[in-house]
Structures are given as structure tokens and as C-alpha cells.
């Protein structure tokens, strides 16, 4: 007996103290949260994630291993445990938000730009520019279930692939998406077995680059890089891309605009729309153009800015509308945040954040809001009745700003 | 030796297995999911709430001792870990849906009706009908940090106490409640120190009773039990409580309507506004009304349905909205839920849920809807597009079911 009591001992000591620190490390360590309220934030040049606590501005911490991470973007799981991002060489990621780190991982293009989750929370869509196609995946095990080539009949009568842009969900768990060489617009309806593409419009304009869904659900629009006009589509009635006008945007209307090279080329997913307004970044041109939706898109005013618009987003509550201005490296505009009156229609408050300030997101009840400023690695929280900074985070070239609170909104 | 041995052994048997099991027992019933899309139902006669994974559609548990849940609401916290709830008896529970435990627990007064939580996720304020006050506590602590008697100057020029209804936070973080013996609507700023009273405004109409908050965040409608308008304040503005006639909502202009016993008052803040319209219970009438709230609330139409709403629910997406049916007990109109055609402004489907069906409330992207079956003891789950049962949970007298997308959303 006691030739093995010393090990008997030594192992039940082990099991009983490993077992314990353990649950208390455990214990120790983790933060306990709610996922409606988390920023999540692309840092482009390391392939990671910061994933913040946007109420009391904490960061909880990174995940990385997310590829190459330029231009990409994410959906959140309905539940907000996790977000999916599409990296630029064709990686979906689905992080997890509470555990910390990659939940799954799989290739699913070369060259991709866009993703969407299905209103049922059961499948992911992702736009590829290469090969051109759209790739649907499980949401769960993230395996192909099905990949639409974007086949169209060029000029000559031969049929080639077009790179895809979007694509964006609908209330009717219907996806939307742009061909951009086929200029086209597609609809697939994620209900139906084998998700079939339910309408195929031909010919919307030259070249769709980009997307939203009105905030109400019902309306998708569509921005052409090469045609005066928008492509607007009723998702109720599905019948046309009607043409909305926006000569205005190009200046064609204004000739004396001070024009200014196109740095990047602004989002659709970031134009604002407060009451009935939407507030839309001209193309290479110093303003903010605004129309009246209700009233067949009526130009109503231009809204002077220090830079070219990149992000033009709206504040939760409409009051507001918040526009970051690029400029050419080391300019001085490429350091101010600007926010629009919505009532006034003028630019209240200029705050200067730092070099290559982009991209304003807001907590879900908008009273912070989080602005990456690229050049200075770090991302800056700054307090959005007073406009004073009130948090800081060193973030290696940090970029888009997501927030949970998507995860309940169509489009987004 | 020996005669320790078996002691010593039992000892680190015990220590070992119990921390050991007690870890494997917290994992394997630890789910861990995200706080974005769970349900949390009031289980009226019991004083419990169940939480519900709304996207799964799985039980996840139930937290008790509420107190008296009749009439009982919630608000969300932001991260929506946490549900503050107020019962009829003046108490405050936050529960926490992730430990699925009481947190914390206050009396704040005797008699209380609603609930609201600051826009910055700090102070949580409570309606008392007794004493006649609006109560604000710390949402950490549930500590009290601030009592309003609700006064008012009576006829006879005394003074009395008045029972208080909402309260509703609004996006520039006010916090707005009714006065029912006052005939008054205040306002109380929450970013200034000592949460002063903003704004008195005085015979706004006879007993306001439940108000809303517009989709948009930007006005205050305020329901009054014995006047023939509605109250309108434009938040941005705070000029004044401007009337909304709703005559015909008391069938004053439609004296041959079919009369019925009000069995219940409908809620406002269960109001459906969809697109420009607004969907709105008839008084003690088996009707919805349209209002066009862009054409200075126009009457429209008059919806007719089979029983007395009670709750008016718009769809995400604002396609439908639908509505439960209150009757006599026992009575055939009170087993149905109706969905109206938004675009058609008619019923579309009839659904029968079962005894006592009421209060659906969609899931944050709408493709299931959640409905208490009061009289049959269940909580019933159907696809929103087929109006088919797709699951149903044992539930004690299940009454109000809240989504916790609410966490950020405004007036919710």
C-alpha cells in the first residue's frame, strides 16, 4: 500500500487542484457579455479583428488569421454570437464573438467583395469577382450548397462571366445582387429549394459597383459607376429597375464644382437616409448631394464638405448625418468628421480626429460613435452630443467598424 | 497511516470529483449563445419569465420570483444581457439571461406600470401609479438616485399626486411620461445632472393613459382615455402636444359600427406604423383604423376584423401587420390572429392560435412569430409567410413576449 499511495496521492492532488484552477482561471478571465452592443473592427494590415464592448468601451479582444483583409466586410449571426467576413482573396471567417476565436473557415472564391446571411439565419452568400459568380454556403458548417455562375451574353453574342457585387437580404428572404459587366441586377429567393434566381433585369445601367436596401426593407438601390442615373427596385412588386436621376451627383448639372480626384469610390451601404431624405456622397466633388425620396428623388440641396465623401452615415434618431472626408495623403481634410443638421441642411460641427479618419459607426442608441483613424493606428470613440473624444484604442490600420445591432437589419 | 488513509482519500476523492463534475456538469448544460434574438415571456400567474432562443426556437430556460407580473413589462439592456422588469407590486427584477438568475432586485414603489431605460444604459425610470411619482435608479445597482412626485394643481386649486404612465426614451436620451389625473406630458432630460424636468405640458386631453415613440425616434404620441385627439409632440421641437383627431377611432363618425364590451385597453406602444401609415385599435370595435400620418393623420380606412384588438403588430419589413382578436371568454374571435395586407389595407389570412391568443411578436427579421395562448397554457411559434405551427413551448399563463432586438431600439 504504501508503495503507491505517494503516486495515488500525487494524481488525485493533480486532478482535484487541476480541475480547480481551471474552473477558476476559467472564471477569472472571462468576461461575461450580451452580444447586441459589440464593435467589431477590421485591421486591415494584420488580418485580424478587435471586437470592443460599445457600452462601456472596453476591448474585449482579437481574433486573427482572417486573410487579406482589404475592403472587407461582415454579417453577424441573428444572435450576434458570430460574424462572418469575407476577406479580399475569397475566405469566409466565422468568428466567434464570445469565445474569441476562428469557429470555421473556408474558401470560397479567388477574388470576393460581398456578403449576406439569409433571413432564416441558415445560409451565407458571398459575391465573387473572381471566378464570377455568387457562392451560397451552409451557416453552420460553412460547405458550399450551391454557386451561381453570373453568365451573360456580351455584344457579340458570347457569353462570358461578370464579376458580382453585393449582394443584400431582403424581409422575403430574397437575395439581390449586381452583375457588373453583365449589368445586370439579380434576384435569388433563399426560401425555394436549390435558392433559384427568381428574376434576371438586364441592362439597369453601365457598370453596378454597389447597393443598399431602404431602411423600411422594401426598396433595393443600385449605383452605376458609369450611368447618370440609380437603378431602384420595388422588392414587393418586383417588376423593373426603374432609373432614379443623379446627374446631380456627377456635377453634369453644376459645372463650376471644384473636382477633385476620386480617392475611393463611396459606398452605397453607407448613404444615409433621415425622415425622407437621402444624403449621398457626390462622386470626386467636394459635397454631400441630397434628395427627396418621397418626391421622385427630387434634388433638394448640396451640401458643401471639406473633403470628398466617403462615409456618409446617419445618426440612430435621423437628427443627424455624419460624413468622413478623404483628400489626398497629409491633407488636412482627410482629417475631419463632419456632421450635417438634417433639419438645417448645413454642416454644424467640423471635429478633427486625425490622418485618414474613416468610417463613423454609432452604438446602437447613437450616443458614441467609434471612427477609425488609419494613419495613426488607432481607433478613437468620441462622444456625440459635445463631440469630444472620449475613448482610445491602438488598432494597427484599423477600417471598417461593424456593430452587432446589424444583426437585426435587412441589407446589412 | 492506515487509519488516515481512507479519510485523506475520501477527502481528495470528494474535492476532485465535485469540482471536476461540478465543471463538467456547468459545461454540458452551459449553452452559450448570443443575447441578439432570444424571447423573453411573462408567465403571469407564476411570476416567471421563460427566455426562448428565437432563432433555434429552444427553450433556454426560466427565472422567477418577479413578483405580481400582471400587466408586467421589460426593457432590454443594451448589450441585452439583462432584462429589468417591473411588476404590478413596484418591483424591479433584473434578470440576467446568460446566468439565467436574479441579479439584483428593488421596490421602487406600490403600484408601478412601465419601464424605461436611459439611452446610455445608466439609469433605468419606472411609472408609478402609487405613489403618484416616476422613480430613477441606478441599472447597476437598482439604487434610487432620483423621486418625481408627479403634482398637479386641481380645479379647485389644491394639489394632488397623479398616477404616472410610460415612461419612453428618445434618441437625444429624454425620458417622457404621462400624467393621467394631471392631463400632462413631462419631459425629463437625462444628461444633465439631477435628471431636472425639462418641459411640463398641461391639458394635453383628458387622462393620457400609453404612448409610443414613431419608428423614426422622433415624435411622441400620447393616447388619451377620454378625449377624441390624440397627442402629438415633435420631440426635436418640444414646442408642443399638438391634437391628432381620432374621432373616428370612437366611431363619432360611425354610429352604426357594431359595439362591443372594451375588454381590454389597447396598448400603444403595440400601435403597427408601416411605411407612412399608421394601424390603430378601434375603441370597443372590431376594427383597425388607418391613419395617413405624412397627410396630418388622415383617416384612410377602417379594417374590418372578427373580435376587439388589442395588439397591432407590423412585420419587420412593414408588409403586414397583424393582430390578435379579444372576445368575450370563450368566445370564437378571441382563438384568432389576423394578418392585414398592408399594400391592400384587407385581412389577408385568418389564423386559429387557440383560447386567449395574444400578443404576436415577430422575431428580429420576422420569418416566425411568437403568439401567448393564454386560456390553453402554451406558447405558440408559426412561419410567418405560411401561417403554419412550426413549434409550441408549455407555458403557465403566458402574457406580454418581448424580443430582446428591442435592446436598441428606441421607446421599446
Given at each position: 500500500?504504501?508503495k503507491w499511495?505517494?503516486?495515488?496521492?500525487?494524481?488525485?492532488?493533480?486532478?482535484?487542484?487541476?480541475?480547480?484552477?481551471a474552473?477558476?482561471?476559467?472564471?477569472?478571465e472571462k468576461?461575461?457579455?450580451?452580444?447586441?452592443?459589440?464593435?467589431?473592427?477590421?485591421?486591415?494590415?494584420?488580418?485580424?479583428?478587435?471586437?470592443?464592448?460599445?457600452?462601456?468601451?472596453?476591448?474585449?479582444?482579437?481574433?486573427?488569421?482572417?486573410?487579406?483583409l482589404r475592403h472587407?466586410?461582415?454579417?453577424?449571426?441573428?444572435?450576434?454570437?458570430?460574424a462572418?467576413?469575407?476577406?479580399?482573396?475569397?475566405?469566409?471567417?466565422?468568428?466567434?464573438?464570445i469565445e474569441?476565436k476562428?469557429a470555421?473557415q473556408?474558401?470560397?472564391?479567388?477574388?470576393?467583395i460581398?456578403?449576406?446571411i439569409?433571413?432564416?439565419?441558415?445560409?451565407i452568400?458571398?459575391c465573387?469577382?473572381?471566378?464570377?459568380?455568387?457562392?451560397?454556403?451552409?451557416?453552420?458548417?460553412?460547405?458550399?450548397?450551391?454557386?451561381?455562375?453570373a453568365?451573360?451574353?456580351?455584344?457579340?453574342?458570347?457569353k462570358a462571366?461578370?464579376?458580382t457585387?453585393?449582394?443584400?437580404?431582403?424581409?422575403?428572404?430574397?437575395?439581390?445582387?449586381?452583375?457588373?459587366?453583365?449589368?445586370?441586377v439579380?434576384?435569388v429567393?433563399?426560401?425555394q429549394?436549390?435558392f433559384?434566381v427568381?428574376?434576371?433585369?438586364?441592362a439597369?445601367?453601365?457598370?453596378p459597383?454597389?447597393?443598399l436596401?431602404t431602411?423600411?426593407g422594401?426598396?433595393y438601390?443600385?449605383?452605376l459607376?458609369?450611368?447618370?442615373?440609380?437603378g431602384?427596385?420595388d422588392?414587393?412588386?418586383?417588376?423593373?429597375?426603374?432609373?432614379?436621376?443623379v446627374?446631380?451627383r456627377r456635377?453634369?448639372?453644376?459645372?463650376?464644382?471644384?473636382k477633385?480626384?476620386?480617392f475611393?469610390?463611396?459606398?452605397?451601404?453607407?448613404w444615409?437616409?433621415a425622415?425622407?431624405?437621402?444624403?449621398?456622397?457626390?462622386?470626386?466633388?467636394?459635397?454631400?448631394?441630397?434628395?427627396?425620396m418621397k418626391?421622385n428623388?427630387?434634388f433638394v440641396?448640396?451640401?458643401?464638405?471639406?473633403g470628398?465623401?466617403?462615409f456618409?452615415?446617419?445618426?440612430?434618431?435621423g437628427?443627424?448625418?455624419?460624413?468622413?472626408?478623404?483628400g489626398?495623403?497629409g491633407?488636412?481634410?482627410?482629417?475631419?468628421?463632419q456632421?450635417?443638421?438634417?433639419?438645417?441642411?448645413?454642416?454644424?460641427?467640423?471635429?478633427?480626429?486625425?490622418?485618414?479618419?474613416i468610417?463613423?459607426?454609432?452604438?446602437p442608441?447613437g450616443?458614441?460613435?467609434y471612427?477609425?483613424?488609419?494613419?495613426?493606428d488607432?481607433?478613437?470613440?468620441y462622444?456625440?452630443?459635445?463631440?469630444?473624444?472620449?475613448?482610445?484604442?491602438?488598432?494597427q490600420?484599423?477600417?471598417?467598424?461593424?456593430?452587432?445591432d446589424?444583426?437585426?437589419?435587412?441589407?446589412?
Amino acid at each position: 500500500m504504501k508503495k503507491w499511495l505517494p503516486a495515488v496521492l500525487a494524481i488525485l492532488f493533480a486532478l482535484s487542484s487541476t480541475s480547480y484552477s481551471a474552473t477558476q482561471s476559467k472564471h477569472r478571465e472571462k468576461k461575461i457579455y450580451g452580444t447586441s452592443a459589440l464593435m467589431v473592427i477590421v485591421e486591415r494590415e494584420s488580418g485580424k479583428v478587435a471586437i470592443i464592448d460599445s457600452v462601456n468601451h472596453e476591448l474585449i479582444g482579437r481574433v486573427e488569421g482572417l486573410g487579406n483583409l482589404r475592403h472587407a466586410t461582415m454579417v453577424f449571426s441573428r444572435d450576434a454570437r458570430y460574424a462572418y467576413i469575407i476577406s479580399r482573396d475569397g475566405v469566409v471567417s466565422k468568428v466567434d464573438l464570445i469565445e474569441l476565436k476562428l469557429a470555421n473557415q473556408a474558401k470560397v472564391g479567388e477574388n470576393s467583395i460581398g456578403i449576406a446571411i439569409s433571413r432564416d439565419n441558415k445560409y451565407i452568400m458571398v459575391c465573387n469577382y473572381q471566378p464570377g459568380s455568387v457562392v451560397i454556403v451552409d451557416s453552420d458548417t460553412l460547405k458550399k450548397v450551391k454557386e451561381i455562375p453570373a453568365e451573360f451574353e456580351k455584344a457579340d453574342g458570347t457569353k462570358a462571366l461578370s464579376r458580382t457585387v453585393g449582394p443584400l437580404d431582403t424581409p422575403d428572404n430574397l437575395m439581390i445582387f449586381g452583375l457588373m459587366e453583365g449589368n445586370g441586377v439579380w434576384v435569388v429567393d433563399m426560401k425555394q429549394e436549390g435558392f433559384p434566381v427568381i428574376k434576371k433585369y438586364w441592362a439597369v445601367g453601365d457598370t453596378p459597383y454597389d447597393q443598399l436596401i431602404t431602411p423600411d426593407g422594401r426598396y433595393y438601390l443600385v449605383g452605376l459607376l458609369n450611368s447618370d442615373w440609380m437603378g431602384l427596385l420595388d422588392t414587393w412588386k418586383l417588376d423593373e429597375v426603374r432609373k432614379i436621376d443623379v446627374r446631380e451627383r456627377r456635377a453634369m448639372q453644376n459645372p463650376e464644382a471644384e473636382k477633385v480626384p476620386l480617392f475611393h469610390i463611396p459606398h452605397l451601404e453607407s448613404w444615409a437616409i433621415a425622415s425622407d431624405l437621402a444624403f449621398v456622397p457626390a462622386f470626386g466633388e467636394k459635397r454631400v448631394i441630397v434628395y427627396d425620396m418621397k418626391n421622385n428623388w427630387k434634388f433638394v440641396k448640396s451640401i458643401p464638405i471639406a473633403g470628398t465623401p466617403l462615409f456618409v452615415v446617419v445618426r440612430p434618431g435621423g437628427r443627424e448625418v455624419w460624413v468622413d472626408n478623404v483628400g489626398s495623403p497629409g491633407s488636412p481634410e482627410e482629417r475631419l468628421v463632419q456632421v450635417i443638421d438634417v433639419e438645417k441642411l448645413e454642416v454644424k460641427k467640423t471635429i478633427d480626429v486625425g490622418k485618414g479618419a474613416i468610417d463613423p459607426q454609432f452604438t446602437p442608441k447613437g450616443e458614441a460613435v467609434y471612427i477609425s483613424v488609419r494613419e495613426e493606428d488607432r481607433i478613437a470613440v468620441y462622444d456625440s452630443d459635445t463631440g469630444k473624444l472620449i475613448k482610445e484604442f491602438p488598432s494597427q490600420k484599423p477600417s471598417g467598424i461593424f456593430s452587432t445591432d446589424r444583426a437585426s437589419k435587412f441589407g446589412l
